[in-house]
């Protein structure tokens, strides 16, 4: 079964530093997210793309975030600058088209620690 | 605004027993509700999800789930867990392209 595929699996940042983290969502899919889960707390929505710009964001996703499609099937989250407060399991996701129906299905996540 | 409250932080059941697991939905519009399961160490997997029709939904593994509309509710059932079982449960409701989750429910099957 296609399956959407994040790397890395886990990274130790520096606070201060710059993170990219990237996913390849599944083949024919054309909306994309990323979610974040901070330890112990629910898994939130931060960003959603589709046609090569951000449909959708949350308040968390602020300017120290962006996201981009450099290629057919790479999708990356970059931190620009990271903080304590970044250290989550982030979750990439992809669904095959928009609507109430459509399964959003989900990587493995990427946990980034920051120190 | 939509919203997904999960009763329950962690239910511990031994082995073969049957278990439940709570959900609420806030919602004032039509609902789409899922859940997902997050194995240890794990991504987050689709288990079932309700999108119209009949109120009894089947999923992956055995679990099933009703929709209640009258309770607002989208409970999580299986007959029989296995050790195989333990994980993390995610409640989930739809918001436009996006899910809403509630915090999580810990199942711990002890043998």
């Known amino acids: ?115 | 605004a939509q919203s997904v409250t999960q009763l329950d932080s962690q239910v511990p059941v031994f082995e073969e027993a049957p278990v439940e697991l709570r959900c609420n939905y806030s919602s004032s519009v039509s609902v789409y509700l899922f859940w997902y399961v997050q194995y240890p160490n794990q991504g987050l997997q689709l288990l079932l999800k309700y999108l119209s029709g009949s109120t009894l939904v089947k999923g992956i593994n055995g679990f099933e789930a009703e929709f209640n509309k009258s309770q607002t509710s989208f409970h999580l059932r299986k007959p029989s867990v296995h050790i195989s079982d333990t994980a993390e449960y995610f409640c989930a409701v739809r918001r436009g392209n996006k899910l809403v989750f509630g915090a999580g429910t810990i199942l711990r099957v002890k043998s």
């Not at chain 1, 951000?54 to 996703?61: N, V």
């Open chain 1, 1 to 115: 079964e296609p399956e959407v595929t994040q790397t890395p699996s886990h990274q130790v940042t520096q606070m201060g530093q710059e993170v990219i983290l990237r996913c390849v969502p599944i083949s024919n899919h054309l909306y994309f997210y990323w979610y974040r889960q901070i330890l112990g707390q629910k898994v939130e929505f931060l960003v959603s793309f589709y046609n090569n710009e951000i449909s959708e964001k949350s308040e968390i996703f602020d300017d120290q975030f962006s996201v981009e499609r450099p290629d057919g099937s790479n999708f990356t989250l970059k931190i620009r600058s990271t903080k304590l407060e970044d250290s989550a399991m982030y979750f990439c996701a992809s669904s095959q088209q928009f609507g109430s129906g459509n399964t959003i299905y989900f990587g493995e996540g990427s946990w980034l620690t920051v120190v």
